[in-house]
């Protein structure tokens, strides 16, 4: 089992819809999460970081966490074309502080 | 504020030569992380640095080597290159546990 999971995609939604990502994890004891945007051919960008459980919004971005399922989303609202891009989910494991384990990323394009 | 700057952006070697990555982190950030990205595998940690100390370290040959110095810049180091190490280089710099800022990286062809 791989220690971050989420669906490659890509994911399409029309403009102006909410697109729903996912990742799953694996060690339970996980304390940090985040979800990083990567255009093509760019280095990829800190969108949100989440460490408890429940929601936590920011602009069109809201992030979820339960831990006891052990996943993490990301909803973005009002998908606008400039959203196009690979959504990477990340976790620092508890057994590696010091250390971010990435998902493979979820390829999003927002239809005009 | 400066970002994190990486150094060379393009590299082309060949087979069994030895390439060194450079890294100038945000100012006041002393964690140092290094990754390396491709189409197959994605995002591979490879090792991370505080404070000239590495803290962690990714499933690599030894052939991948880091250092960071006193000022908190970093390098990286690849030995006897393989045309398996073609990639791009990434280096993340960070600030306590609130996620990395990534520098543009080094794509690094071997040939």
Known sequence: QKEVEQNSGPLSVPEGAIASLNCTYSDRGSQSFFWYRQYSGKSPELIMFIYSNGDKEDGRFTAQLNKASQYVSLLIRDSQPSDSATYLCAVTPQTSYDKVIFGPGTSLSVIP | ?111
């Not at chain 2, 180091?77 to 990534?102: I, K, M, P, R």
């Open chain 2, 1 to 111: 504020k400066a970002g994190v700057t990486q150094t060379p952006r393009y590299l082309i070697k060949t087979r069994g030569q030895q390439v060194t990555l450079s890294c100038s982190p945000i100012s006041g950030h002393r964690s140092v992380s290094w990754y390396q990205q491709t189409p197959g595998q994605g995002l591979q940690f490879l090792f991370e640095y505080f404070s000239e100390t590495q803290r962690n370290k990714g499933n690599f040959p030894g052939r991948f080597s880091g250092r960071q110095f006193s000022n908190s810049r970093s390098e990286m180091n690849v030995s006897t290159l393989e045309l398996g190490d073609s990639a791009l280089y990434l280096c993340a710099s960070s600030y306590g546990a609130q996620g990395y800022t990534f520098g543009s990286g080094t794509r690094l062809t071997v040939v």
